[in-house]
Every structure is written in structure tokens, then in C-alpha cells.
């Protein structure tokens, strides 16, 4: 449902594959998913994903829960997605001012940036809804718990002022070459 909607906003604005860009999607899908099974292993994260769906723990599940607690896992895909979405533009970036001595090319760069926000935003949201539901499913407190709960917040924020400061680099390129916004 969330996706549709995305994809029909984009559709009623304008082009949808103008909204594709291959190397970003990599970088944060890609790097979210490797930085998780870092965080978790491959088993916890089956075990993770496996508690999602089945919505009950077992006596095997509560004996490794810290390895495999969803609201951690889910909280911390959020702001993996974020960071991602954070390095992403950092990348977009530093293309759009290595191409500086030509200014038909500056535009490519900043694409990749906010697309990889773009994506960065649309993997941290359901991955943030799902630890929430998680939460209410799997009530108890864990240490992990208490030590991921801000890492949402930071990240979402270091993201929102990163994205701050791309469109303002931008402004300040389109005013040096153009001499207007």
C-alpha cells in the first residue's frame, strides 16, 4: 500500500523511470542488508524475519531472543536505510562538485543524491512501522531494546539535515551558473 502510493505520486508527476537510479539502489537496499546480517548474522536475521511472520515465540526463540529480537532488528533496518540513504547522497554530492567545470552534468549528481534519500526514506518507513508492531506483539524489555531506541531518531535526523544541505549546495551551483533558483 505504502509502495502504490509512492509509485502513483510519481506517476501523476511526471516520469517514473526518471526516478531509478541503479548505483543508489544498490548502495542503500544493498548496504542495509549487509550491514544487518553484520549486525545479526544470517541467522538472526532468518530468525527475525521468521518471528515476524509467525508472530510467536518459542521456547528455542526466548533463549537466543537477543539475537533475534524484531523491534531491534526492524529499528535498526530503519536507520541502517537512513544511513545508507545519508552515504548515497554524500556520493551525489561529491559527483555533482567533481563535475563543476561542466554544469550539464551537475544535474546527474544530484539525482543520485536524492534518489538515494529518496530510497533511503521508502525502506526506513515500513522497516520502522514493522518494529513498532513488533513492540506491541512482543511487549517484553531487552537490553538491545533500550540501547537501539534512539538510533532511529539520529539517523532520521542526520538524514533530514543532510538532505537540508544537498538541496542547499545545489541552490548555491544553480545560482553560481545561472545566477538565479
Known amino acids: 500500500m505504502f509502495l ?19 548505483p543508489s539502489a544498490i548502495l542503500v537496499f544493498g548496504g542495509t542488508t549487509a550491514l544487518l546480517l553484520f549486525t545479526f548474522g544470517h541467522d538472526g536475521c532468518i530468525n527475525a524475519l521468521r518471528l515476524t511472520v509467525k508472530g510467536k515465540l518459542n521456547s528455542q526463540n526466548q533463549s ?14 530503519g536507520a541502517y ?27 546527474a549528481g544530484m539525482a543520485a543524491c536524492l534518489l538515494s534519500q529518496l530510497y533511503g526514506i521508502v525502506l526506513a518507513a515500513p522497516c520502522i512501522s514493522l518494529s513498532v508492531i513488533q513492540a506491541m506483539r512482543f511487549p517484553q524489555q531487552t537490553n538491545a531494546r533500550n ?10 535526523g542526520a538524514a533530514a539535515t543532510g538532505t537540508i544541505a544537498a538541496l542547499i549546495c545545489f ?10 533558483y
Open 4 to 22: 502504490a502510493l509512492i509509485i502513483t505520486a510519481i506517476m501523476l508527476g511526471g516520469d517514473l523511470f526518471a526516478y531509478f537510479n541503479v
Open 64 to 77: 537466543s531472543n537477543s539475537n533475534c529480537d524484531p523491534v531491534v532488528f526492524f529499528r535498526l533496518a
Open 81 to 107: 536505510a537512513f544511513s545508507m540513504g545519508c552515504i548515497g547522497m554524500i556520493i551525489g554530492i561529491i559527483a555533482m562538485l567533481s563535475n563543476m567545470d561542466d554544469p550539464s552534468k551537475i544535474g
Open 147 to 156: 540501547e537501539s531506541r534512539f538510533a532511529v531518531p539520529i539517523a532520521g
Open 171 to 180: 541552490a548555491m551551483l544553480q545560482w553560481m551558473f545561472y545566477g538565479q
